[in-house]
């Protein structure tokens, strides 16, 4: 299959096609299985949250019911006040209400229901209970609730004496009828509380076995793109990184390319290769024009700058920088016009390329604004400069003919350890502001007093 791609020169775009397809199906089929796994974790955790529920539900009435029982307990054993406000307060605080909201009669929940209907149950008998012992004991009737003192006793109970209606609480207290109703309470709790346990455990094995499968169908799929990925990229190695890779040899050695791979890659080597020729002429062009001031012939500020930061990075630290500014170049351009200006910036590069040494290299660094690097030179052989400037700006002062009356300002600087082109710029920049704040046509070393 290879050796056939290789002849018929395969697009790219079309070996990506067939990728993009197949990694979306796969990926859509996974994205659908996901979707599924989603679902069904939603019914894993709802299932969670319902027997969370149901935990809280029992616990919540068991709870209250026995506490009532409790108080009830010692209110009949003791006759305090204290148990009697206890009880209360429990019945009032909602809870066994609480834990049948939103339950159905139709479902499991009716166990929970019929459990809170014997704490109900429970409830009346106590409320029964209640009143024989507070009409037996003579109980204020602030603290008797609301529902005992409407509570009205059986006309065979009313005239029993106060130790007998005592001992007929006790009695209800203890009787099958109560121990019954709590046992029922009990039973139909746990009935609620298994039912649910069973129920919700059903659910979940059979979500967690269909997460399982659908898992193991979404690691097929990745499976499937994995090996696709796999497939895509040997090919693409072979039809395209193995020959970048040759055309990169020869594109290094300037070499005509032989096109070979997609076709893409064919059509590289074709244009290349016309285009091989006229790029070598244009570059060599441009990197004319990219090293040299198009006026002057010197050197151009990229191609100083690039010069001098080269120098100071080998150390060259015994060297110096001018930063020459022609003086009033604009009067000349407005009184002479600009292609005086134009002579007046050939004569100034001319003049700096003929009063300094062939190894001292002179540059433009835009507009009226030259620049000089001098190798390998102390300080104490300052004059070898300050001369050469004296020098020419008497020259350029003088009366000429063909030119106006020039003159150059000039900053210099002696380079220093860690320097570089920016640096050294501004301290001779500093020193050429201040020639020129100090009446212009002449020269000042950066430091010096």
Not at 160 to 165: A, Q, V
Not at 167 to 190: D, F, G, P, Q
Not at 413 to 426: A, H, I, M, P, R
Request: hydrophobic share 35%.
């Amino acid at each position: 299959m290879l050796k056939k791609l290789r002849e018929n020169g395969m697009k790219i775009s079309s070996l990506m096609i067939i990728m993009i397809v197949l990694v979306i199906v796969s990926c859509g089929c996974m994205l659908y299985y996901n979707i599924i796994l989603g679902t069904k974790y939603e019914a894993v955790i709802e299932s969670d949250e319902l027997y969370k529920s149901c935990q809280y539900r029992t616990k919540l009435l068991s709870d209250s019911t026995n506490n009532l029982v409790l108080q009830m307990q010692y209110f009949v054993q003791t006759s305090e006040v204290r148990y009697l406000t206890a009880y209360m307060t429990e019945y009032d605080s909602g809870k066994r209400e609480k834990s049948i909201e939103g339950l159905s009669t139709d479902t499991d929940e009716k166990y929970l229901i019929k459990a809170k209907q014997n704490s109900d149950y429970l409830v009346e008998i106590d409320v029964h209970i209640m009143k024989l012992i507070v009409v037996a004991k003579n109980i204020e009737k602030r603290y008797i609730p609301v529902m005992v003192q409407e509570y009205s006793l059986p006309a065979n109970e009313v005239y029993l004496t106060n130790t007998e209606k005592v001992k007929l609480a006790e009695n209800m207290l203890h009787s099958n009828e109560y121990t019954n109703t709590k046992t029922r309470l009990s039973s139909n709790i746990n009935e609620y509380s298994n039912r649910v346990l069973n129920r919700e455990n059903s659910r979940l094995e059979e979500n967690e076995a269909d997460m399982l499968g659908h898992i193991k169908k979404q690691q097929a799929f990745c499976i499937i793109v994995i090996i696709v990925i796999v497939f895509v990229a040997v090919l693409l190695y072979k039809l395209v990184i193995n020959v970048l890779n040759n055309y990169v040899k020869f594109i290094i050695n300037n070499k005509p390319l032989t096109a070979s791979g997609v076709y893409e890659l064919r059509y590289l080597a074709a244009a290349y290769n016309e285009n091989l020729e006229k790029t070598e002429k244009k570059e060599q062009r441009l990197t004319k024009q990219a090293k040299y001031d198009a006026l002057t012939g010197i050197f151009n500020r990229g191609a100083l700058e690039q010069y001098i930061n080269e120098r100071l990075k080998e150390e060259e630290w015994e060297g110096a920088f001018i930063l020459i500014d022609v003086d009033k170049f604009k009067s000349v351009n407005d009184n002479y016009g600009h292609d005086m200006g134009d002579k007046v910036l050939k004569l100034v590069s001319y003049m700096l390329v003929q009063s300094f040494r062939k190894g001292d290299v002179v540059g433009r660094l835009g507009g009226d604004e030259f620049a000089i690097w001098i190798s390998n030179l102390p300080q104490e052989h300052l004059h070898y400069i300050t001369e050469r400037f004296e020098m020419i700006n008497r020259q350029l002062t003088s009366s000429q003919v063909s030119f106006p009356p020039i003159s150059l300002s000039v900053g210099i600087t002696l380079c220093q350890e860690g320097d570089d082109f920016k640096s050294v710029y501004n301290r001779a920049d500093k020193a050429l502001y201040y020639v020129k704040e100090h009446g212009r046509c002449g020269y000042r070393v950066y430091g010096e007093e």
